[in-house]
């Protein structure tokens, strides 16, 4: 018998259980020993997290400790040899090919994992954090597979179902792990409000032509018609705590992991652990080269951002630093410009911070304005940069729970609704309101993308493309002579499709309906022969993507992968008269020029960042803010002071940032990495 069928659990989460590999038996004796391992991966937040809250459940039916081992992966897990169409794309005349390790995208993941490591260690789990790297002089060590290692020999591993990769390479990684040591390993659904592994039906004969999973239909309103039934039931699970952790009959601190006296030593990594300096101190391996990150560690991280990189290879486990007496730190920016292996080239975001407190402000600032309500009109008008709700990135890693959004959407549209039944004046049914519109974005088409990306391992590849985009690519093949380098910097010549990409090399975002244009006149321009030896796929699709994945924040996810297959026509039906042709939006003709595109990429960075700090507590629904309050008109001035006030930026230099100085003890942090 297997933990799954024992555990009591609302039949909303066993629906997002997702197990590929049936362990055996679990012996008597498991009771009481081991641990249950969690590695979370898209779901980076504490309040409705399922993988945590099965996690969770699971170690209290053992009764045994919870340890969780977040993974921040390197590019080397993104292009691997059974998917060669994410390597870098040959003869890139680029600076760096980096998509996954950037500063930008680095700096986004440290600050949510801050966040909710310091829940979950407060809940009663030990935390680490480990951040992959390339050696270096100072990090040896640091792509050290530790999570394989304890998968091993865990009682239970628990993961996010990771969708895309390089998550899905490091879950697939640990599956084999756990299937050698006959351990158990569940993924579970923490990233849609109906779980695709619910619906779809699993090939008897496992990634066959890439498609691992049936019954998912062309289009993205059948798929929302197919799950619309099921889904208040999970909304509902999730608002009535369902979807929330237990909490931990056994508890362990993160300071254990590193313990010889903790009962589970001889389970954790012996270089992990202290050494005596003569009896006088506790002297620990650094962090996060030979051990991993404490979630306290990462709080004094976030708070400061003065980590040093040394080259002794231990340092006293007592507190060396006090917190820098600085009132403008960007959360964990100098530590992603330095990070060995990051890309720095691809610097942070002053304007996002990645935090659920700052992900849900956001979004609240956004309902406040009357976002939802005009998204209808607003929705494709660039300039009005703040009437997008620009939650993707969020979302897509889990800092903000899909389920809370979703289930204010629908809430908006019942008070929405229930308004106008009173209202003399009445619509054309075609006429949508901003709430429809809003939800079309985050259920039909975003849930689309991931039930796609679930059901097949080339989501990304030019197979999943229709035959007639395949061939369409085909005839009309190299014929731009642009460099990816010229790509990238935005300097094609063309000036408003080079306005655009700089517009999201400086922001790390781009509006939704200039995103169309941007990839639509990407596929005009370049093509290349999708069957030519040694082309695994499209130049176009891979130029797009590899675009895409290294500057955006929302990048890496199957909602962006969807957007740019629908550039190449997917999903779409074919132009021209009987000619097969894939439509075409070239930038030439967008309604905005390139220094109104200027404009508003200088009024997004100019906007400060939403507030909320590492600690902050519960989130209140917004909509019930919104019955007593009156909304304002977009650009007021009531506007800008609904907008939370963010940090400055620090006016010195990131190496002083980096200099190793002495500082006092202030008794607050027992691990310093």
Not at 227 to 247: I, K, S, V, Y
Not at 307 to 318: A, C, F, W
Not at 400 to 407: D, E, G, H
Not at 475 to 483: A, G, P
Request: glycine letters at 6%.
């Amino acid at each position: 018998m297997t933990v799954l069928p024992e555990l009591e659990i609302h039949p909303c989460l066993r629906s997002r259980v997702h197990r590929l590999h049936r362990a055996p038996a679990l012996p008597a004796e498991a009771k009481r020993c081991g641990f249950v391992l969690y590695l979370p991966t898209v779901c980076l937040r504490f309040e409705q997290n399922p993988g945590f809250a099965l996690a969770c459940h699971s170690a209290n039916h053992l009764e045994v400790p919870l340890v969780i081992l977040a993974v921040v992966p390197d590019d080397a897990s993104h292009g691997t040899a059974s998917h060669p169409h994410r390597a870098p794309i040959d003869g890139a005349d680029v600076e760096s090919s980096a998509v996954v390790m950037t500063s930008r995208r680095l700096a986004f993941v440290m600050q949510g994992l801050a966040h909710c490591c310091a829940k979950w260690s407060e809940h009663g789990a030990s935390v680490g954090v480990r951040v992959h790297s390339a050696a270096s002089p100072l990090l040896k060590g640091a792509r050290t597979p530790d999570h394989l290692s304890l998968a091993s020999r865990a009682s239970v591993v628990v993961c996010d179902e990771p969708f895309v990769s390089p998550y899905s390479t490091l879950v697939q990684r640990v599956e084999q792990a756990c299937l050698k040591s006959q351990v158990e390993c569940l993924r579970v659904d923490g990233s849609c409000t109906v779980p695709p592994v619910s619906v779809l039906r699993r090939r008897n004969s496992y990634n066959v032509n890439g498609l691992n999973f049936d019954g998912l239909p062309a289009k993205a309103y059948q798929w929302q018609s197919k799950t619309e039934h099921l889904r208040q039931g999970h909304l509902n699970a999730a608002m009535e705590g369902h979807f929330d952790a237990p909490e931990l009959l056994v508890k362990m601190d993160d300071e254990d992991l590193f313990s010889h006296a903790c009962p589970l030593a001889h389970l954790f990594p012996a270089r992990w652990k202290a050494t005596s300096d003569d009896g006088s101190n506790s002297l620990l391996p650094n962090a996060p080269d030979v051990r991993p990150f404490t979630s306290k560690e990462m709080t004094r991280i976030y708070e400061d951002d003065d980590y040093v990189l040394v080259e002794d290879s231990k340092m006293s486990s007592s507190p060396q630093q006090k917190p820098l007496e600085r009132q403008d730190v960007k959360p964990f920016h100098n530590f992603a410009l330095n990070w060995p292996g990051a890309d720095s080239t691809v610097p942070p975001c002053d304007h996002t911070v990645g935090t659920t407190a700052h992900g849900m402000t956001r979004w609240n600032n956004f309902v406040q304005r009357g976002g939802m309500s005009r998204y209808g009109k607003e929705r494709n008008d660039p300039r009005k940069v703040h009437s997008p709700s620009r939650m993707s990135a969020y979302l897509n890693l889990g800092v903000v729970s899909i389920f809370r959004l979703v289930w204010e959407v629908k809430r908006a549209q019942k008070q929405e609704q229930k308004g106008k039944s009173s209202s003399s004046h009445t619509k054309n049914r075609w006429n949508k309101s901003g709430c429809d519109k809003y939800e079309e974005e985050i259920v039909k088409w975003r849930e689309f993308s991931y039930a796609h990306a679930f059901s097949r391992e080339d989501y990304d590849d030019v197979l999943s493309l229709p035959r007639w985009s395949m061939n369409c690519l085909d005839n009309h093949r190299n014929r731009s002579r642009l460099t990816l380098a010229e790509l990238a910097t935005g300097n094609t010549g063309e000036s408003k499709w080079d306005a655009m990409q700089k517009y999201l090399l400086q922001t790390g975002e781009l509006h939704n309906n200039v995103r169309m244009t941007w990839g639509k006149t990407v596929v005009e321009w370049v093509g290349c022969s999708t069957s030519s030896p040694g082309t695994p796929a499209s130049l176009t699709l891979r130029t797009l993507c590899f675009l895409n994945d290294r500057f955006a924040l929302d990048g890496l996810s199957p909602p962006s992968y969807a957007g740019v297959l629908w550039c190449h026509g997917w999903t779409e039906k074919p132009s021209g008269n009987g000619d097969w042709i894939i439509p075409t939006k070239h930038a030439c003709r967008y309604k905005l020029n390139a220094f109104e595109f200027r404009e508003a990429a200088a009024l997004l960075l100019s906007s400060q960042s939403e507030t909320g700090g590492i600690h902050t507590g519960g989130q209140r629904s917004v909509l019930d803010m919104m019955q007593c309050k009156k909304q304002p008109s977009m650009g007021s001035k009531s506007e800008e002071e609904m907008t939370s006030r963010g940090l400055k930026r620090q006016g010195g230099t990131i190496d002083s940032f980096f200099k190793k100085t002495p500082k006092k003890d202030d008794g607050s942090v027992k691990i310093v990495g």
